[in-house]
């Protein structure tokens, strides 16, 4: 089978894959894996998502970093091509979307069935690749640790990115009155698009100021909800927004920079500090991801949340792929097809 191998650790958007310098390559003869136990399922990929921490991990920089070689990979969407003797949920030929550890940037991947979710017969299949790690996150973190509700004001820093457009439609499903933090015309122009109450362009506009005034007109106390999955001076200025007993969501770090967050601030504040490494919650609450992940697909199918796709990419230009997000060309997320044949027929 074809997949993206990671031989060393480097930037994988340095050079084409297979290149000498490249840290990764497109092998075309990897083995396609047998089904390791009764339970097992064996999915053809359809389309797979590209997160931050699939580039940080294969730079050496995540905080799991697994054996050389690997690969990489984590949310996917495909359709069921084995099954083992003891499988009961699915039946070959399903639909089925899932995240791994690692291995989705390749042409078939393996997984417990009870890792597995059926795709709803009226959801794209792409758009189901790109749900469950982006939203996933966003709804752990707004849903199950901020229990976000109507009326409070939540304020999403890096809004145009797979998890900051995730948690925007996250919490306008949940009612909150939104303000979202982006830089450029088209970003901003599409988070407008999806009735954000408030829009601030980092371009042309000082956040704090124009926050401040957002506040000031609706008559409201303050942010009741920070989501950050940015880091770095952002998230300093942005605690002067917050008011007493806000949340503050700490998504990830895509600024570079880790802040440092006052804990006598914190403490004369009353406000509420949530480290959010969703990943983990698969090996200590996966009854909150599995029901989490559920909710989502009956939103996507729904039509609550839309997925948007920046850019769709083949394995061998993963180099532009990871390229978008570490330049911050995406809007939304960034996948790559497998099967491309499918994956557009998915979208009839």
Excluded at 43 to 71: C, D, H, M, W
Excluded at 215 to 240: A, F, N
Excluded at 266 to 283: C, D, E, F, M, Q
Aim: hydrophobic letters at 45%.
């Amino acid at each position: 089978m074809e997949a993206l191998v990671c031989r060393k650790l480097g930037d994988p958007t340095a050079t084409k894959p297979g290149s000498p310098d490249s840290p990764v390559e497109v092998s075309k003869t990897h083995p396609i894996p047998s089904l390791n136990s009764d339970t097992a399922v064996r999915v053809r990929v359809i389309a797979t998502s590209l997160n931050y921490a699939n580039y940080l991990q294969i730079l050496g920089k995540y905080q799991e970093k697994p054996p050389l070689p690997f690969i990489p990979g984590s949310d996917y969407s495909g359709i069921v091509d084995a099954i083992g003797p003891a499988v009961t949920k699915f039946r070959v030929g399903d639909r089925v979307c899932s995240f791994a550890d690692l291995g989705s940037f390749a042409q078939f991947i393996v997984a417990d069935q009870s890792r597995l979710f059926l795709v709803p017969e009226r959801c794209d299949m792409v758009a189901a690749a790109a749900l469950p790690v982006a939203f996933g996150t966003s709804h752990v973190a707004l849903v199950h640790r901020a229990r976000l509700t109507s009326s409070q004001v939540l304020l999403v820093l890096g809004a145009a990115g797979g998890v900051g457009l995730a948690a925007v439609q996250i919490g306008k499903v949940c009612g909150a009155i939104v303000i979202a933090v982006a830089r450029g015309t088209e970003k901003i122009q599409l988070l407008k698009s999806m009735g954000v109450d408030h829009v601030v362009d980092l371009g042309t506009e000082n956040v704090i100021s124009s926050v401040k005034e957002f506040i000031k007109t609706r008559k409201l106390r303050g942010v009741d909800v920070l989501y950050d999955p940015v880091g770095g001076k952002l998230t300093k200025e942005s605690m002067k927004v917050l008011k007493w007993g806000a949340q503050i969501l700490v998504i990830g770090f895509a600024s570079g920079e880790i802040p440092v967050i006052p804990a006598n601030i914190a403490l004369v504040k009353n406000w509420t500090v949530h480290g959010l490494y969703w990943g983990s919650y698969r090996i200590h609450q996966p009854n909150v991801l599995e029901d989490s992940i559920k909710e989502l697909l009956s939103w996507l199918s729904r039509g609550l949340i839309t997925i948007h796709i920046s850019h769709t990419y083949s394995l061998s230009q993963a180099d532009l792929a990871f390229g978008d997000l570490k330049d911050r060309k995406a809007i939304g997320k960034v996948m790559i097809s497998l099967d491309h044949k499918t994956a557009m027929s998915s979208k009839l």
